[in-house]
């Protein structure tokens, strides 16, 4: 379903420089057409509060909610909260269509004509899945202002056939942060810095920061995120939310800006596993503009695997060596794991991927070559109101505004895969097949077969670090993020527990297409932990 198209797209002028200082200062909500009420900034004081997806459903079904009435307290949150107040900068524009499309959907309801179970649900997708109404897609780059998508991205168009409303576009670090090796995440030329909603002066990580605070500001009911190599895991755990990625293939990469189609996909972010679950069923399937999803083992309806009782008889192996050296998150996975037996799973500690640390570089050389054919080719699919067509010419504009695109960190990444070859070229396919190798065969798998598991649990990171833009000096933790992600195997993280105020997440992953078993771990530890709390804007953290 496509219903903006035949919407007015004289915004495709917008890319003059009085335009590009606009966009890095005024933050405009573009286009929107309706003054939304004003909503209390305190997080308690909104109607829609954690309210998950099945709750706004049946408040429907039962005609106590609208989804116009819904869409339209969820513009105001985000008026009220990123824009002004804590001014979290997780969206870069709205829908200005939003409110006409719940309307038609509500009409839809009372035919009984419901799509299911996401029938009237607001949703934000991150900046680099293209949406063809009068939202643009430009990555967070002021590069690419001006780009309206002339074709849906296939998950865009499943999402609206469910019957979801694209309600915004959601902020990130630049490029998915491929752009430079000493970003801020979340910071983009275009939406500048978001900020995390728990402490503001704290970190919101990325690549899809603002759909993770998004979501955890209670500014939609759910969000869509990209990942390559935790991109989706580390802001959800920052935010405090749920994040799966799915294996790669699982869900079309059509219309996504790339970084690279080895490691690359799309997934849901979320306050639930259940959102997630049910997210994840509508965003998966087979599409012949993604061959990578061919392949696809495909579960009905992922909603089908909520178990509360799932850890039961689970067997869990621990990939994270405990060394002393981040007590925070050494303490948080010790809870989980006493968690997970309580609740009747068999966990085997240690259970370590013997290749965990052999891969080198071999993954950046990956992405490096990946990115510059991947991008290129998406580049070679814009609208004509678009001038850059290559990495090159994207180098070159980034440098000719640097006072807007790069006043506190480079591009050279960019350069450094600008100068990669083709991928025929025998550095990339060795360093791809030891990628798989060292991953799949002896890393996820080898591991899961020697101790019989079902999954491997570790931390998704650490309490987010401090926002610091004059000398980008953030702080690091352990996280789970880098085998999944090499392999293109699924991994989920759920809200764990909290140090100081800030959220930490706990990992569930496993072999290619065990989405299913993930999904009924992490549930069965979400209801035993309930660890997911609303986050209360605090301006910064009271140390002493």
Request: aromatic letters at 6%.
């Amino acid at each position: 379903m496509n219903p903006n198209a035949s919407s007015d797209l004289s915004r495709r002028g917008f890319i003059g420089l009085g335009a590009l200082a606009a966009a890095t200062s005024a933050f405009p909500m573009a286009g929107r057409t309706e003054a939304a009420p004003p909503v209390p900034q305190e997080a308690t004081g909104f109607p829609l509060q954690e309210m998950s997806i099945a709750e706004l459903q049946d408040g429907m079904k039962r005609g106590a909610l609208t989804s116009r009435g819904i869409t339209r307290a969820y513009l105001g949150r985000i008026a009220a909260l990123d824009r002004k107040g804590p001014t979290i900068r997780a969206v870069l524009e709205t829908n200005p269509d939003a409110l006409r499309i719940a309307e038609q959907l509500d009409a839809e309801r009372k035919q009984d004509r419901v799509r299911g179970p996401l029938h009237g649900v607001p949703v934000i997708v991150k900046d680099n899945i293209d949406t063809h109404d009068r939202m643009q897609t430009t990555a967070g780059s002021l590069a690419l202002v001006g780009n309206l998508a002339e074709r849906d991205a296939s998950l865009v168009e499943r999402l609206r056939a469910a019957g979801c409303i694209i309600l915004a576009k959601a902020n990130l670090s630049e490029w998915a942060n491929f752009r430079s090796t000493r970003s801020s995440s979340g910071w983009s030329g275009r939406g500048r810095q978001c900020r995390n909603p728990y402490v503001l002066d704290r970190s919101p990580s990325g690549s899809s920061s603002g759909s993770a605070a998004a979501v955890s500001a209670n500014c939609c009911a759910a969000a869509i995120g990209t990942e390559t190599d935790g991109s989706i895991i580390s802001p959800a755990n920052a935010n405090g939310i749920v994040g799966i990625k799915p294996t790669v293939g699982l869900v079309s990469r059509a219309g996504v800006i790339p970084i690279a189609h080895s490691q690359d996909t799309a997934g849901p972010m979320c306050r639930t596993v259940a959102d997630a679950a049910a997210l994840l069923t509508a965003m998966a399937g087979v599409d012949s503009r993604d061959p990578a999803t061919a392949e696809a083992h495909l579960s009905k309806d992922y909603t089908a695997f909520l178990d509360s009782d799932g850890l039961r008889g689970a067997r869990i192996g621990v990939a994270y060596r405990r060394t002393g050296t981040n007590p925070i998150v050494d303490r948080i996975v010790e809870a989980a794991i006493g968690t997970l037996r309580e609740r009747g799973a068999e966990v085997t500690d240690p259970a370590e991927i013997e290749t965990a640390t052999q891969l080198g570089g071999n993954e950046l050389v990956v992405l490096q070559y990946e990115f510059k054919a991947d991008l290129n080719a998406y580049l070679a699919t814009m609208p004509a109101a678009v001038p850059h067509r290559t990495l090159a010419q994207l180098i070159a504009f980034n440098e000719s505004h640097r006072d807007l695109e790069m006043p506190y960190f480079d591009q050279e990444t960019f350069i450094a895969s600008e100068a990669r070859g083709p991928l025929t070229e025998q550095a990339y396919l060795d360093a791809r097949a030891s990628c798989i190798e060292l991953t799949r065969a002896k890393g996820i798998d080898a591991t899961m077969d020697k101790y019989g598991l079902d999954a491997l649990v570790g931390p998704s990171g650490g309490p987010a670090g401090l926002v610091d833009l004059a000398t980008l000096s953030g702080g690091g933790a352990p996280n789970s993020s880098r085998f999944p992600a090499v392999s293109g195997y699924p991994h989920i993280t759920v809200p764990a527990g909290f140090h100081l105020g800030l959220p930490v997440g706990i990992s569930f992953y496993g072999r290619a297409w065990s989405e299913p078993v993930l999904i009924k771990l992490a549930y069965g530890f979400e209801q035993a932990t309930t660890a997911r709390k609303a986050p209360s804007f605090l301006a910064t953290l009271a140390l002493s």
